[in-house]
């Protein structure tokens, strides 16, 4: 083996299961995350989406799923060193070994590596480029991940940020930025059908009185038990209107949603207390300048092209796993880590 070391970009479940996989086959592993805590968007959620073997044996406690990787074990492993609050600022390749430049409280590292996992994952869509939704002028237009945050700090309480209320209706439109070549990405996300399916069961759970809606052009659950989680959300009272959102009038404290049905084609209007914009993923720009940085090819949906094999990316010895790859969940990049983390350990053996 000419170089044992091996430098994981991202901290979220993706970068943390390969690490794992590859300290554990002997190889020195440099966990780079360029936020202070590990865990990344997994971690940032109050609870998991109750969706297949990901939450049944675990009552959503992202602490106590058996597939998901534990902060702890990161710890414990020896072999693993963590690098919180650091970027990659550079990449040199000099056969066959990679020299890498990483700045860390401002200061400048360099680290000899043999592979790099590049795991950095997707940031969601800003929904302020479409003005009709309205983003930024009513306190009470929030995107997904500001519902979980809402959640998270009203103790698993829900309240209007414009009055601090309990919502007597909430709309959730999906698809923001996804599925529109005109207005955002073309692609499916993935992950926003079961996000809106299990937030707006839940609400309705907590809030019975509340009117609960979900503006969708169709529903599609990648995973084993997202029919069930559909039919309890109906079950629940939850409203499913098949209809694109076209804009959002907000007006005399209450925000007026204005949409056209797909099957009918008749223009329909609720009225709503708060309103969440299910936004897509897509790849951030300071990720686009790594890819090109390391000369990872995108594909035509802007994310990282992945090795099906070891002769694409793997002759270079830079790998790409998860949603860097392209939008999926959390049993998928995890999955994905897993498999690609194999073909590194094979990799850095016969280098």
């Known amino acids: 083996m000419s170089n044992p070391n091996c430098l994981v970009i991202g901290g979220g479940v993706a970068g943390m299961t390969a690490a794992l996989t590859i300290a554990r086959s002997g190889s020195h592993v440099y966990l780079v995350e360029k936020e202070r805590k590990l865990g990344g968007r997994t971690y940032w959620l109050d609870r998991l989406n109750p969706t297949h073997e990901l939450a049944e044996d675990c009552d959503g406690d992202i602490r106590r799923c058996k597939v998901i990787p534990r902060i702890e074990e990161i710890d414990a492993q020896d072999n693993i060193e963590v690098l919180l ?20 409280d401002g200061k400048d590292m360099e680290l000899e590596v043999g592979a790099i996992v590049v795991a950095t994952g997707t940031r969601d869509f800003d929904p302020s480029v479409l003005k009709e939704y309205c983003y930024g002028e009513s306190d009470d237009i929030i995107t997904s991940k500001e519902l979980v945050d809402l959640l998270k700090e009203g103790g698993g309480e829900l309240r209007r940020p414009s009055n601090g209320e309990i919502p007597s209706s909430v709309s959730f439109v999906q698809c923001v930025g996804s599925r529109d070549k005109h207005k955002g990405n073309p692609y499916c996300s993935v992950i926003c059908c079961t996000f809106a399916v299990s937030y707006s069961r839940r609400i309705k759970e907590m809030y019975p009185d509340t009117e609960v809606y979900v503006h969708y052009i169709d529903l599609r659950g ?5 029919e069930r989680l559909l039919d309890q959300a109906h079950e629940k009272g939850v409203i499913f209107i098949k209809g694109r959102a076209g804009d959002i009038i907000p007006q005399d404290g209450k925000l007026l949603l204005r949409a056209e049905g797909m099957e009918t084609g008749d223009l329909y209007f609720i009225e709503s207390d708060l309103v969440v914009l299910v936004v897509g993923q897509e790849l951030s720009e300071s990720d686009r300048w790594m890819a090109e940085m390391l000369g ?5 949906d802007g994310f990282l092209k992945g090795m099906e094999s070891l002769g694409e990316n793997g002759k270079n010895g ?22 690609v983390a194999l073909d590194i350990i094979e990799y850095m053996k016969f280098k």
């Open 85 to 104: 609050g650091t970027e990659v600022t550079g990449v040199c390749e000099e056969a066959p070994k990679l020299n890498v430049r990483l700045s860390r």
């Open 222 to 226: 990648p995973y084993h038990g997202f």
């Open 296 to 300: 990872v090819a995108t594909n035509k």
């Open 318 to 339: 830079i790998f790409v796993i998860g949603s860097a790859r392209g939008p999926r969940g959390v049993i998928a990049s995890i999955e994905d880590a897993e498999s």
